[in-house]
C-alpha cells in the first residue's frame, strides 16, 4: 500500500494444512508481516492477542477443533473485532453464500497457482477495510458514536431522496445548563451524561427509521419519523437518566418542527427546530417546545430584516432618537447629555425599535455597519449643537459588543470626531456589560485604549447577570449605568432593590458616577434621588425623541 508503504500490515492465515499456510506464506510474505494458525480455536487465541492491529485473516473453512464457519460467527458477535476483514479459502463454490452471509468479504479459491491475483485480492480488501474505517471515524463522534453534524445531514437529505414523501419531524435536543454540570461534577460525568443521552434516545426511538447526531457540545439532532407524544417521549429519557446518572436536577428541553414541509431545505427545518428549543431556554417548568405559527412569523420577520437592511441603510430608513440625561445630584435637574437611540423606519413595517434589529444585525455580523452610520450622524450632531450652542452637548453612542473585536474601532471613531472638528470629550461610548462576558481581556484592552483617546466609557445595563466584581476591578471607567430591569423592578421586589443598593456602595467606592436609565415615574425618581444616584435618563423626563425636537429642548435652556 503506497502511501503507508513504511509499515507492513499483519495477515492472519488459519488453515491446518500447514502446505496451505506455507504456500499463502510465500506468496504474502514479501508484503506483510504473516502470522500462522493452524484451527479455529488457535485463531481465536491469537485474534484476541493481536486484536485491531491484524490488517487481514485469510480463513479455511473445514478445520478440526474450530472450522472457518464457527470463527466467522464468533467474530461477528464482537463489535470491535467483526471489522477485520476475512476472506475464506476454499474450493467449495456452495461455501461462498454461506460465509458471505458471516460477513466474509472476500474468497481465493484453492489450489493457490495464481499468486498475482492473490496479492491484489489482499491488498484491494486491506485498502477497503482502512478507508471504510477512516470514513466512519470522520462520519462518527467519539464520545457518543452518533454522527458527526457534517454527516449528519448528508444522511438526513439521503433519506429525503429515496422516501420524500414520509412525515419527518427535526428534532434539536439540549441540556440544561450543561456547563453546570461539568463544573459541579466534573467533565468525566458532563461526558458520561452525554453518552447516556445519546444511548437513551437511540433505544427511545428504537427501530423508527431516522438519523441522529451530536451537533457539539450538548446539542442532539434527530431527523426521525414522526413521533405522536414528545413529552412521553422526553420523560422516559429523562427519568432513566436521572435514575442511572444519579442526577435529581437534570432537565433536558426538547424543541420540535413537526412533520417537516418538505420544500423547506433541511438546515433551515433545524433551524426552526432550534428556535423552538431556544424558546424555552431558561424556563425549567417547560420541556417541549413545538415551532409554531408565532415562531414562523418572527422568522419570516428576521429574514425580511436581514434581505433590506443594505438597502435601508443606503436609503437613510435609520434614524437616531436622543434622549437626554438628567444630573439630579443639584437642587434642579440639568440636561448633562443624551443617548443616541437607533430606530428603523421601514416602509413596509413602520418604525422598529431596535431591540427587534440589533440583536439579528449582531448575530449576523452587520451591526458593526450600522454602528458606523449612528456614531457618524450623532457625531455630526454633536458638532451642529456645538456650533449653535456654543458649547458641546456629550452625546452617548452604544458600542456593540461585535465592534470590541474590531480592531479598527479607535480609529474609526477617531477619525469620526476629527472629521467634525470635535473633541473625543464630547463622545460617551456605552459598553454593554454581557461583552465582558465574551471576552474580558479584549475589552480591558479595548476601553483602555479608547479612554487613553479622550473617549469617556460607560458600562451599560450593569447588573443585568453577568456583572461580575473583577470587571469592575480591571475596566478603567467613567460612569456605571444601572440596568433598565433593576430600576423596573426595585420598588416591587426587594431584591432588586438591594442589587440597586449594592451597585449604588460599589459605584461609591469606585468613585463612579452612577446613572438609572428608565425612570418612568416621581416614585422612582424619589427613590433614586434618596440613593444619591446621579444621572437619570428615563420618560419621567422624555422619550427618546428626534434630533429637531432635541434641539428645541436645548434652546430653550432646560
Ligand atoms: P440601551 O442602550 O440600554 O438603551 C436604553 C433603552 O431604554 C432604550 O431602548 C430607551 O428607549 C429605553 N428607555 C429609556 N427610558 C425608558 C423608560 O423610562 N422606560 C422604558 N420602558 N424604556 C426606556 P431602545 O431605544 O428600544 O433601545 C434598546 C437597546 O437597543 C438599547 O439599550 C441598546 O442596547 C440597543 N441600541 C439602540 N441603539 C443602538 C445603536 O445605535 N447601536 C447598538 N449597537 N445598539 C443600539
Ligand atoms: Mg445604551
Ligand atoms: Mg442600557
Known amino acids: 500500500m503506497d502511501d503507508n508503504a513504511f509499515f507492513r500490515r499483519t495477515v492472519l492465515i488459519v488453515d491446518d494444512e500447514p502446505i496451505n499456510r506455507e504456500m499463502l506464506g510465500a506468496i504474502l510474505g514479501g508484503d506483510y508481516e504473516i502470522l500462522h494458525a493452524g484451527d479455529g480455536a488457535e485463531a481465536m487465541r ?6 485491531m492491529t491484524l490488517s487481514l485473516i485469510l480463513l479455511d473453512l473445514l478445520m478440526p477443533i474450530m472450522d472457518g464457519y464457527e470463527v466467522l460467527q464468533k467474530l461477528s458477535e464482537d463489535e470491535t473485532l467483526k471489522r477485520i476483514p476475512v476472506i475464506v479459502l476454499t474450493s467449495e463454490k456452495s461455501a461462498e453464500v454461506k460465509s458471505l452471509g458471516l460477513g466474509a468479504v472476500d474468497f481465493i479459491p484453492k489450489p493457490y497457482d495464481m499468486p498475482e491475483i492473490i496479492r491484489a485480492r489482499v491488498q484491494r480488501t486491506i485498502q477497503l477495510a482502512e478507508d471504510a474505517a477512516l470514513i466512519k471515524s470522520m462520519e462518527n463522534d467519539d464520545l457518543t458514536g452518533l454522527y458527526t453534524g457534517r454527516f449528519f445531514f ?9 422516501d420524500s414523501g414520509r412525515d419527518m419531524d427535526a428534532i434539536v435536543v439540549n441540556i440544561n445548563n450543561f456547563h453546570l ?17 445519546a444511548d437513551n434516545l437511540m433505544t427511545e426511538l428504537g427501530s ?11 446539542n442532539f439532532y434527530l431527523y426521525v419519523q414522526h413521533l405522536d407524544d414528545y413529552a412521553t417521549f422526553l420523560e422516559s429519557i429523562v427519568t432513566r437518566m436521572r435514575r442511572t446518572e444519579g442526577i435529581k436536577n437534570l432537565h433536558i428541553r426538547m424543541g420540535v418542527y413537526p412533520s417537516v414541509d418538505h420544500n423547506v431545505a433541511m438546515e433551515t427545518r433545524f433551524v426552526r427546530a432550534r428556535h423552538a428549543c431556544n424558546a424555552i431556554r431558561g424556563d425549567l417548568s417547560q420541556s417541549v417546545a413545538v415551532y409554531n405559527e408565532d415562531m414562523h412569523r418572527r422568522d419570516a420577520f428576521s429574514h425580511q430584516l436581514l434581505e433590506d437592511f443594505e438597502d435601508a441603510l443606503a436609503q437613510g430608513q435609520f434614524l437616531i432618537h436622543y434622549q437626554p440625561k438628567y444630573d439630579i445630584s443639584g437642587e434642579i435637574p440639568t440636561l448633562v447629555g443624551a443617548e443616541a437611540l437607533v430606530r428603523w423606519q421601514h416602509p413596509e413595517f413602520g418604525m422598529i425599535s431596535p431591540k427587534d434589529f440589533v440583536p439579528l444585525l449582531e448575530t449576523y455580523c452587520l ?4 454602528d458606523r452610520y449612528v456614531w457618524n450622524e450623532a457625531i455630526a450632531q454633536i458638532q451642529s449643537w456645538k456650533a449653535s450652542l456654543g458649547v458641546a452637548l456629550p452625546v452617548s453612542l452604544n458600542i456593540s459588543r461585535i465592534d470590541i473585536h ?7 471613531l477617531l477619525a469620526m470626531v476629527r472629521e467634525h ?11 454593554t456589560e454581557s461583552a465582558y462576558a465574551g471576552d474580558a481581556a479584549r475589552i480591558v484592552e479595548t476601553v483602555a485604549d479608547l479612554r487613553n483617546e479622550g ?18 476591578a480591571d475596566l478603567p471607567l467613567d460612569a456605571i449605568k444601572l440596568d433598565i430591569h433593576l430600576i423596573n423592578d426595585m420598588l416591587g421586589n426587594c431584591r432588586s432593590l438591594q442589587v440597586v443598593k449594592l451597585i449604588r456602595g460599589i459605584a461609591k467606592l469606585l468613585s463612579l458616577p452612577l446613572i438609572a436609565e428608565g425612570v418612568e415615574d416621581k416614585e422612582q425618581y424619589d427613590l433614586l434621588k434618596s440613593l444619591n444616584c446621579d444621572i437619570i435618563q428615563g420618560y419621567y423626563f422624555a422619550r427618546p425623541m428626534p434630533a429637531d425636537e432635541f434641539s428645541t429642548l436645548l434652546h430653550k435652556g432646560d
Open 46 to 51: 491469537m485474534i484476541g492477542d493481536y486484536g
Open 181 to 197: 454540570i461539568n463544573d459541579l461534577h466534573g467533565r468525566d460525568t458532563g461526558d458520561e451524561m452525554l453518552r447516556s443521552l
Open 406 to 412: 474590531d480592531y479598527a474601532l479607535k480609529d474609526t
Open 208 to 218: 423508527r427509521m431516522g438519523v441522529a447526531c451530536r451537533e457539539n457540545s450538548d
Open 455 to 472: 473617549f469617556r466609557v460607560e458600562m451599560d445595563d450593569f447588573g443585568s447577570g453577568s456583572s461580575s466584581l473583577n470587571m469592575l
Open 367 to 370: 451591526i458593526s455597519k450600522l
Open 154 to 162: 448528508e444522511y438526513a437529505n439521503r433519506i429525503e431522496q429515496y
Open 421 to 431: 472638528n470635535i473633541a473625543p470629550q464630547d463622545c460617551v461610548l456605552e459598553i
